[in-house]
């Protein structure tokens, strides 16, 4: 059974950089044709898709954020990451990975995890 | 951008009555069409994708319906556990992209 766990920081400042990794367990990062994103849910708001990366390393961006998202991928640790820059409160929401086959939608999701943007 | 619109907002049903709920693409997405469910304080669970494909372990209650730039997500008889908001997500290959509906919450009548 395949889970995502994401961690990091839970309050970062304004103008900073966002950054989160996602852990896959219960199979490899790198196997399969999957892509892996990131998702957020500002509180009491629908979702937002934010990028994703497949398991080649190419990755794809929502064109509103595409000036200040990279993700990442680390096959060693089974891990992928979020980096989101010169943050501001519109930033603040729950944050989502989760796993998508071609052709399949969303099939495993982490918990997610509050980022608050405050000084 | 690629726009999905839901629709109603909220809808309001009884407990073992069918809900039909609506979803629209601003431009055709073929089938790459997917529902979620998401209850307070859990992530969004996958029910249905390529439009009319039930996820592993999705009851029979819930089917989807629809290509292009109309769907529909039917739930017969509902259970109380099916009150919950709902998403459609479009997932275009070419040019990749991913959006959204804005959701429909469906409440106990």
């Known amino acids: 059974q395949v889970q995502l766990q994401e961690s990091g920081p839970g309050l970062v400042k304004p103008s900073q950089t966002l950054s989160l990794t996602c852990t896959v367990s219960?199979?490899?990062?790198?196997?399969?044709?999957?892509?892996w994103s990131w998702i957020r849910q500002p509180a009491g708001k629908g979702l937002e898709w934010i990028g994703r990366?497949?398991?080649?390393?190419?990755?794809n961006y929502n064109p509103s954020l595409k000036s200040r998202v990279t993700i990442s991928v680390d096959t060693s640790k089974n891990q992928f990451s979020l980096k989101l820059s010169s943050v501001t409160a519109a930033d603040t929401a729950v944050y989502y990975c989760?796993?998508?086959?071609?052709?399949?939608?969303?099939?495993?999701w982490g918990q997610g995890t509050l980022v608050t943007v405050s000084s | 951008e690629i726009v999905m619109t839901q629709s109603p907002a909220t809808l309001s049903v009884s407990p073992g009555e069918r809900a039909t709920l609506s979803c629209r693409a601003s431009?055709?997405?073929?089938?790459?069409l997917a529902w979620y469910q998401q209850k307070p304080g859990q992530a969004p669970r996958l029910l249905i994708y390529?439009?009319?494909t039930r996820a592993t372990g999705i009851p029979a209650r819930f089917s989807g319906s629809g290509s292009g730039t109309e769907f529909t997500l039917t739930i017969s008889s509902l259970q109380s556990e099916d009150f919950a908001v709902y998403y459609c997500?479009?997932?275009?290959?070419?040019?990749?992209?991913?959006?959204f509906g804005q959701g429909t919450r469906l409440e106990i009548k």
């Open positions: 390529g439009a009319s």
């Open positions: 990366i497949y398991t080649s390393g190419s990755t």
């Open positions: 219960g199979g490899s990062i790198s196997s399969g044709s999957y892509y």
């Open positions: 989760a796993r998508a086959g071609g052709v399949t939608g969303f099939d495993y």
């Open positions: 997500q479009q997932y275009n290959n070419w040019p990749p992209s991913i959006t």
């Open positions: 431009q055709s997405v073929s089938s790459n």
